[in-house]
């Protein structure tokens, strides 16, 4: 068993070395590495000994270790989601906004100062800096500035509309943005029902993965000499194939529930 472990370690570390000679040289910023590694480390390690104390197996503290490094990346994806879904949800309410201000008589220039006061927070300090940028550089460049730092296809489409203001006169600006407040709050709302959707999905993953590890605990712990064959070598190449099976199993099912479109 002991064997196993120690083959195990000397593999990945021949693989980083493999792979330190063939990657190409990049400037890193270690404190950057720093601060992806440490919230990795520290679950994989947490992941780790739990696995360990809880059944005693080279193999299953690995798995642990992996599922622990795997927490902190799943737990950033989610943020983002949810912060991609707050902009869009905003840029709709900031064309809603414009449109009436507009169609009241104010002057562009007037109506985005008025609207980034009071925008969502999911966009408010990216609006307040299109307006001050209008004011040194125009309203064209700034509207383009401000679009890609939302990287957002709605941005986009308001940053276009703005640009081109001038152009377009009140009347069609005024239209042009009920037409994009209206396609995005739709957009918005069917985003919304997706991912309660591929969030049900996911928890039926995470169960479905969860049960057969969970009643192989509730076996050691009720009778450990059940699982005694599991301690020699074959039992713990048995087991990581058993957990490979089930770890590809749930990848499976979340790709299934995943979203088309990373960007929407």
Same mark, same amino acid.
């Given at each position: 068993m002991d064997a196993l472990l120690v083959s195990s370690i000397f593999g990945l570390g021949l693989l980083c070395i493999f792979d330190a000679l063939v990657r190409p040289v990049v400037r890193a910023d270690p404190t950057a590495w720093l601060r992806r590694a440490g919230p990795r480390s520290l679950a994989a390690s947490f992941g780790a000994a739990v696995a360990y104390a809880g059944t005693g197996w080279q193999i299953a503290a690995l798995a642990g270790g992996a599922v622990g490094a795997a927490v902190p990346g799943m737990l950033r994806r989610s943020r983002e989601e949810r912060a991609r879904l707050a902009r869009r949800?905003?840029?709709?309410?900031?064309?809603?906004?414009?449109?009436?201000? /507009?169609?009241s008589g104010i002057g562009i220039a007037d109506?985005?100062? #008025?609207?980034?006061?009071?925008?969502?927070?999911? /966009?408010?300090?990216? @609006? =307040?800096?299109?307006?001050?940028?209008?004011?040194?550089?125009?309203?064209?460049?700034?509207? #383009?500035?401000?679009?890609?730092?939302?990287?957002?296809?709605?941005?986009?489409?308001?940053?276009?509309?703005?640009? +081109?203001?001038?152009?377009?006169?009140?009347?069609? @600006?005024?239209?042009?943005?009920?037409? @994009?407040?209206?396609? +995005? +709050?739709?957009?918005?709302?069917?985003?919304?029902?997706?991912?309660?959707?591929?969030?049900?999905? =996911?928890?039926?993953?995470? /169960?479905?993965?969860?049960? !057969? /590890?969970?009643?192989?605990?509730?076996?050691?712990?009720?009778? !450990?000499?059940?699982?005694?064959?599991?301690q020699t070598v074959s039992g713990q190449a048995i087991l990581a194939f058993a957990l490979a099976l089930i770890w590809a199993g749930y990848v499976v099912m979340r790709r299934a529930a995943r979203i088309e479109g990373g960007t929407w």
């Open positions: 949800e905003a840029i709709a309410e900031v064309c809603s906004r414009l449109r009436d201000a /507009i169609r109506a985005l100062a #008025h609207v980034a006061e009071t925008a969502p927070p999911a /966009i408010r300090s990216d @609006l =307040r800096r299109l307006v001050s940028e209008a004011r040194v550089s125009g309203l064209p460049k700034a509207a #383009h500035a401000f679009a890609d730092r939302l990287f957002d296809p709605c941005a986009d489409l308001l940053s276009s509309a703005l640009g +081109t203001s001038e152009r377009l006169g009140s009347r069609n @600006l005024s239209e042009a943005l009920d037409a @994009l407040a209206e396609s +995005t +709050t739709a957009q918005a709302a069917a985003i919304r029902e997706a991912r309660a959707r591929q969030t049900r999905n =996911r928890v039926s993953a995470r /169960i479905v993965a969860a049960v !057969p /590890i969970l009643l192989l605990l509730a076996i050691r712990r009720a009778n !450990p000499a059940y699982l005694a064959p599991f």
